[in-house]
């Protein structure tokens, strides 16, 4: 069954310190993957979206990595501001016209 | 708009009454999506159109959920007979192809007592 998995499911951390959530997936084939920012009561906002044959993107003080051999996606976020407080969602996409697979998230707090 | 957009934000059902979500894509985006998302959980896929066609409904929990897109526009999700296990987050999203950026309408938070 297609899968992803994230972790932690929460996280807590101080305003300026760095942070790096993870991404596991069973998903195959697969086409791409992406990461999207949702705060409270809002639609996921997309952050960036990796193909198979990049290993890293950047987004501002966004970086995502993918290690397609080891189906695995990190997502680090550098010098974190309060308005970073959101869940942040893991998706992978198979080929053509099949549904994305979206993780549960991670619920990350940044606190002054 | 220069989003999508979707209506009501909010909506309190009484159980067994039926509702109807709507969703207005990005202009001349040709895929269409819908999903429902539990509190503290992601998205869950419920169906797929590309212009007027719906290709996927794979997710749709049960026959209650009926979703259309006559026009290969706006689009409408309709749940009959509502159950409160129905109660979550409808987020509608857009996409200009098939496998392009997804663009996430505000979502439709539905209670059903």
């Known amino acids: 069954k297609n899968q992803v998995e994230q972790s932690p499911q929460s996280l807590i951390i101080l305003e300026g310190k760095n942070c790096t959530l993870q991404c596991n997936y069973t998903v195959s084939p697969f086409s791409n993957l992406r990461w999207y920012k949702q705060d409270t009561g809002r639609g996921p906002v997309s952050l960036t979206i990796?193909?198979?044959?990049?290993n890293t993107k950047s987004n501002g003080r966004y970086t995502a990595t993918l290690d397609a051999d080891t189906k695995q996606s990190s997502l680090h976020i550098t010098a974190s501001q309060l308005s970073d407080s959101a869940s942040y969602i893991c998706?992978?996409?198979?080929?053509?016209?099949?549904?994305?697979?979206f993780g549960k998230g991670t619920r990350l707090s940044v606190i002054a | 708009g220069a989003g999508v957009s979707q209506s009501p934000r909010y909506k309190v059902a009484k159980r067994g009454q039926d509702v109807a979500l709507r969703c207005d894509p990005i202009?001349?985006?040709?895929?269409l999506f819908w999903y429902q998302q539990a509190l503290g959980q992601g998205p869950e896929f419920l169906t797929y159109?590309?212009?007027?066609?719906?290709?996927?409904k794979s997710g749709l929990p049960s026959d209650r959920f009926f979703a259309e897109r006559p026009e290969g526009s706006v689009s409408t999700l309709k749940i009959q007979r509502t159950q409160q296990e129905d109660s979550a987050v409808y987020l509608c999203?857009?996409?200009?192809?098939?496998?392009?950026?997804?663009?996430f309408g505000e979502g439709s938070r539905l209670t059903v007592l």
């Open positions: 202009s001349g985006h040709v895929s």
């Open positions: 159109f590309q212009n007027e066609a719906q290709l996927d």
């Open positions: 990796m193909t198979f044959s990049e």
């Open positions: 999203a857009s996409s200009p192809g098939v496998a392009g950026e997804l663009f």
């Open positions: 998706v992978v996409s198979g080929p053509g016209n099949t549904p994305l697979v």
